[in-house]
């Protein structure tokens, strides 16, 4: 809710609030978020008639203001309020005055329609109307926070703008910065990139091509054993390219870095994402050659991306097609991602869990990545734990004293049946003190051969509720062995293997130029040549909704079967809000049932069929024809 | 240089400044960052003797105040000064009254004696001390950075601080706040662990264990054809010790979480790593079995740290040894970290261009590894570059006359052959204007064929200094052929092979703890067992320095050899100053030329011997027998 930020309150007008104007910049910046995550925007006018009550002609305490229709009352041109900004109107009687932007008008009414709970307030002036509209707001049960950067006080009184805030605190009110708001995700520097994306990007600005260009991210060939991939890492794609900017660092960085040159670094300064993001959506499955994203920008914003996209793409998808492959495995079981120390840096291993949940694991043991999108988090003790006791039973006891809803005790630190003998007579003695073991975890040797003993030793003793995890240098492939010699086991914690996609740790992907302005391209490399065009890809399924086939066609060209590559940014934002990780994993959930039998039994399947229209062939021919 | 900060200039002092102890919390965190870069702190103070003549009683403006020995002249408690500031006492003679502490003291004469070329000042008073400091010191001609955070003034006059702070900018002075020098490295979050250590650790609180343990880092057994491992990813690991803490918000989240109790994470706000770490040097080769790091601190602080000390550890190791063996492939060649794109995330990405570089590498592409680290940066052109041109020779000429100190033409985007010859046209063209062609890239299909034939091209056209530069696909492998076929090849770009490690992605490493409360543990799972006890490698060379035999031995032995791991950290806190990535690039290249010849030409070697020390021997029995 922005409060009355019209020309008459700012420098220059007939009640211009001092400093009032300081303001702006972080407005601006709180729109930009709240655009970002597709909240809505309600902007506050005073809209007095000409003889308002409160002007100083008609015995009034102010000047004249904000008059309907003058160009004192129009909201101050720095402010970048979005197109479908809801404007509200008060203080529209001429014998009547109030500060309260909820009296009189219908802004309550407009604000229960959409059943909005909580409001976000700055504005002009602190001690006046921000003040009041908060009174009323805290009245009438939202909650309320200021906005302490986008207020500022008339301050008739010297502390009235402090006193304002100090009463809205006494009413309950939180405070903020735009700094407090800012999204928490990994860092995605605009530097991370290869020097020759601004290499050139140099040679582009000197030559002033800009024109349109069209790159497609895809997948050249399934690695090892992969019969399908399963598309991943869109949102971190979306969010890196909204926010990416040279900060003033980063210029001033590149300037001394002796690479560039001074003018063309200056421009950068204003350098933004501006274009549209075609993509599959994420959980879906897709084959060699098929486009999983295509970017349609300036050349110079859609080159300077290609380092980052790749990287952010390849890996998410690598770990959820293999994660998948572990869910298709391990049907009903419960998967854990506990990758973390084995991927290849921080951010690998928070996509990783991320990339996990999407294909269908039960969570994850990195705590980042439940603080980062609410991932729901497992996890026991390690070996270490049972170490620091003097003996093993002690350490289970201290344990399940310590965390009595959630006991899991790792059973093979110095011998697993003897362990799993402790874990009964602990489980008789708590079992009067209502504290129940809920599982047992095995992490070395011959898992489903002691899972075996584990459990008949529990089942013995009393304790068929007792679950069985297991981990250890586990895959898809120990996971299918285990089900098929139905190993008494209900989880599995997954890490290493799957984290750094052991058996295929990259993808022969690519992010190519398709077109330039107007032209399609095409590379004719050996072993490296490309499909020319913007391509959208149509697929096909039987009368069960299986999927059968996939048509590669033009972007232009209407075939039969759902077009999957859907419109999720233009002009550099997102079309719609960000889809929610749960959406997503239900999504890929719906599609692993739409596969064909063969692939999601993990048996050798035919390749998928994947074939190329007529038209795109003809424009292959094309492109060769007109490349030199 | 801290101005000042006594007790008679504090509130309740007998000249204190207003608000002169808000200054205290910003300057302990600049001695904090200055002290972990071991930079000299220099701490003035006011040093009157009773009869100055500054004071009232005679006749000067202020009120008696910092007399020598007196209470008043002290330090303020609150501020942290380390042990080793160096303190210069000012205005000592009772006649003379001066505010610049460069005025009739040695402090210049310590300055110039320790070469010191810029100064950081904050402390009391901005409009007196500070402000009369930095003149003599501009007029000395040293740099000088205001911190702003750090001053306050007396404002005699309203306004004087800030008059003084304009006057100081004005003569040149920089300003900045402690948030401008606070380190930008890549994030080391707190939460980037696995919920089972603060699981632990709410166990470990509760029951008050938190004697000493000691842990080790590592490596099972050699991945792959690694017959050495190089040790990398230390600097990070004591980055992430010295900055550990929990911000907030993070502690507000583990709260809300529903995993913790309240008055566990309560405590966590003081959580720091307050312990001993011992390690080999970045750049030194490794085998199984010998510890890299150790770690001894209190339990839960040896704990927490587990997950992301392997995860730094890891895969620099990873990516430092397989980089050495490209190294040891091609001598004489240029390497360069092609490998962000396909890297596991952001992070991977930057690990492994400072892994590649200390092994041997000549530089990345990676702009933020340039950045971060200075490491040189490489690039050319992508084909996209070429494509979005009318024709080949157009961008190659385009991109020449934008780059003309590194002309370096990506030749395969459709044909070799023809592209070689459009580049002796254009050097024959830009020789006349004294633009040079260095060299030429390519990067698909028969890499050393086509050298072959681009290279005869540049010959017979007079070009022999223009070098040729292959990438795509390579490592170690096809290094080593090319070298045997003699390829006329100057330089490679390696990438994904390298940074995802394609050969041996993950190493059977493990942070294993090995005492705790002065009891050496051993663990005794299947497969999975350890060595108990502090350890030392000693390394044993022959007659000309070349690497014998090592003998993994207990820390309190005393060997023949070389003991490899040092001491890094103690009390929180590095030793010494970071080791800077060029001296360890230079350790690490003495270092492979001392390894066994057959491994520094990549032959198939006998295992390494490594022998284990008859006391280290007894110490497995005994904890054998000791655990139940």
Redesign the interface.
């Known amino acids: 809710v922005i409060i009355d930020i019209q020309n008459d309150f700012l420098p220059g007008g007939s009640l211009a609030i001092p400093r009032g104007n300081e303001v702006l910049s972080p407005l601006n910046g709180y729109l930009d978020l709240f655009q970002r995550d597709h909240l809505p925007i309600f902007a506050t006018r005073d809209w007095h008639p000409a003889n308002h009550c409160s002007f100083r002609e008609q015995g009034g305490p102010w000047p004249v203001h904000c008059v309907q229709n003058s160009p004192g009352a129009e909201f101050a041109p720095a402010l970048a309020l979005p197109p479908d900004t809801e404007v509200i109107s008060a203080d529209t009687v001429p014998e009547q005055a109030t500060y309260s932007k909820l009296d009189r008008t219908d802004f309550n009414a407009r604000l229960q329609k959409r059943e909005i709970r909580r409001l976000f307030i700055g504005g002009l002036a602190t001690d006046y109307c921000v003040r009041s509209t908060v009174r009323d707001a805290r009245k009438l049960g939202y909650e309320v926070c200021v906005l302490l950067d986008a207020v500022r006080p008339v301050d008739v009184q010297p502390g009235d703008g402090q006193r304002a805030i100090d009463e809205m605190i006494g009413l309950g009110c939180r405070t903020c910065t735009l700094a407090d708001l800012k999204p928490?995700v990994?860092?995605?520097?605009t530097?991370?990139?290869?020097?020759?994306?601004?290499?050139?990007l140099?040679?582009?600005h000197?030559?002033k091509?800009n024109d349109t260009?069209v790159?497609e991210f895809f997948v050249r060939d399934l690695p090892g054993k992969r019969d399908f991939l399963l598309a991943a890492g869109l949102e971190p794609v979306l969010d890196y390219l909204e926010t990416l900017r040279f900060t003033p660092?980063?210029l001033d960085?590149l300037k001394k870095?002796g690479?560039f040159k001074a003018g063309f670094v200056q421009q950068l300064e204003t350098f933004r994402f501006t274009g549209t993001v075609h993509a599959l959506p994420e959980g879906t499955p897709f084959f060699a050659n098929e486009p999983v994203l295509r970017v349609t920008a300036p050349?110079s914003e859609a080159?300077l991306v290609?380092?980052?996209i790749?990287?952010?793409l390849?890996?998410s998808i690598?770990v959820a097609s293999k994660a998948a492959r572990a869910v298709l495995a391990a049907p009903g079981k419960i998967l854990i991602d506990?990758g973390?120390?084995?991927?290849?840096?921080?951010?690998?291993?928070?996509?990783a869990a991320r990339s996990a949940y999407l294909a269908g694991f039960a969570g994850t043991?990195?705590?980042?990545a439940?603080?980062l999108w609410g991932i729901p988090?497992?996890?026991?003790?390690?070996?270490?734990?049972i170490?620091?006791?003097e003996?093993?039973a002690e350490a289970f006891e201290?344990?399940a004293?310590?965390?009595p809803e959630n006991v899991v005790l790792l059973l093979?630190?110095?011998?697993v049946e003897a362990a799993a003998e402790k874990v009964v007579q602990l489980a008789r003695r708590l079992e009067k003190e209502n504290i129940r073991i809920r599982g047992v975890r095995l992490?070395?040797?011959?898992l489903a051969g002691q899972a075996k003993h584990v459990r008949m030793k529990l089942d013995e003793g009393g304790f068929p509720g007792i679950r069985i995890f297991v981990s250890g240098d586990l895959d898809e492939t120990s996971l299918k062995s285990f089900a098929l010699g139905r190993a008494p086991i209900d989880g599995y914690g997954i890490g290493?293997?799957l984290?750094?996609?052991?058996d295929a740790?990259?993808?022969n992907?690519v992010y190519?130029?398709q077109e330039?302005?107007g032209q399609p391209?095409?590379?004719?490399?050996?072993?490296?040549s490309t499909l020319p065009g913007r391509k959208q890809v149509f697929r096909l399924y039987d009368a069960r909704g299986t999927m059968e086939r996939d048509i590669l066609a033009l972007d232009s060209e209407r075939m039969e079967g759902e077009p999957l590559l859907k419109t999720f940014m233009e002009g550099g934002r997102r079309v719609a809000a960000p889809i929610s990780l749960e959406s997503i994993r239900e999504h890929a959930a719906e599609q692993l049932r739409r596969l064909p039998p063969p692939m999601q039994t993990l048996q050798e399947a035919p390749p998928y069929r994947v074939e190329i229209s007529p038209a795109l062939h003809r424009l292959v021919d094309e492109a060769d024809r007109r490349?030199?």
């Open positions: 928490q990994p860092p995605t520097g530097l991370l990139t290869d020097l020759y994306q601004l290499t050139m140099q040679a582009y000197e030559r091509m260009a790159f660092q980063e960085w870095s690479h050349l080159q290609e380092t980052r790749i990287n952010l390849q890996y690598l506990f973390l120390r084995r991927a290849h840096g921080a951010e690998a291993g928070l996509w043991a990195t705590l980042q439940g603080a988090l497992f996890g026991t003790m390690a070996h270490s734990f170490q620091a006791h003996d093993e201290s344990f004293r310590s965390h093979d630190t110095y011998d992490d070395s040797g011959d290493t293997r984290t750094t996609c052991a740790p990259f993808l992907c190519k130029l330039y302005a391209c095409r590379k004719r490399s050996q072993g490296k490349a030199c």
